[in-house]
């Protein structure tokens, strides 16, 4: 089943936000979390009552989570887009990931595509990651 979006958001009341979407697997729920929106993604199963999957953090703009969901495809899109941290691991992977190969270029946890234009963020770690390891491999 692809993603299904409510025509309007459902108000969870466990946590205190509201279901924008869900598909076989998950339902994608946005919370406040401080001064930025979280979205989450609750799995369908036992373990979706407790903790959540997956987590993007978007600063605090309803308009912008909404498109971000409207326009993702969880079957071949890993992650949605406009967020600006991963506070989650591991990183989703979408079933069908491998049709869509461009948008599932590898991202740091600020959701930049970082391998093509590096990060905004200073001292990224997923940069720092990557330098260390391009380095270590060019010494060997
Ligand atoms: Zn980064």
């Known amino acids: 089943m692809p ?44 373990d979706g009552a407790w903790s959540y999957d997956h987590g993007w953090c978007y600063r605090r703009d309803m308009e912008l989570v909404t498109k971000a969901v409207t326009e993702w495809d969880p079957d071949t899109q890993d992650e949605p887009m406009g967020w600006h941290k991963r506070p989650t691991h591991p990183v989703r992977r979408a079933p069908r990931r491998h049709e869509n190969p461009d948008y599932n270029r590898a991202r740091c946890e600020h959701g930049s595509y970082f391998l093509d234009s590096g990060c905004r963020v200073l001292n990224c770690r997923d940069v720092r990651e990557h330098e260390d390891r391009a380095h270590a491999k060019g010494i060997a």
Do not use: C, F
């Open 3 to 46: 993603m299904q979006h409510h025509p309007s958001p459902i108000y969870d009341e466990k946590w205190v936000g509201e279901e924008l979407a869900r598909d076989d697997t998950h339902r994608y729920v946005w919370i406040w979390m401080g001064s930025n929106i979280r979205l989450i993604a609750l799995s369908l199963g036992p």
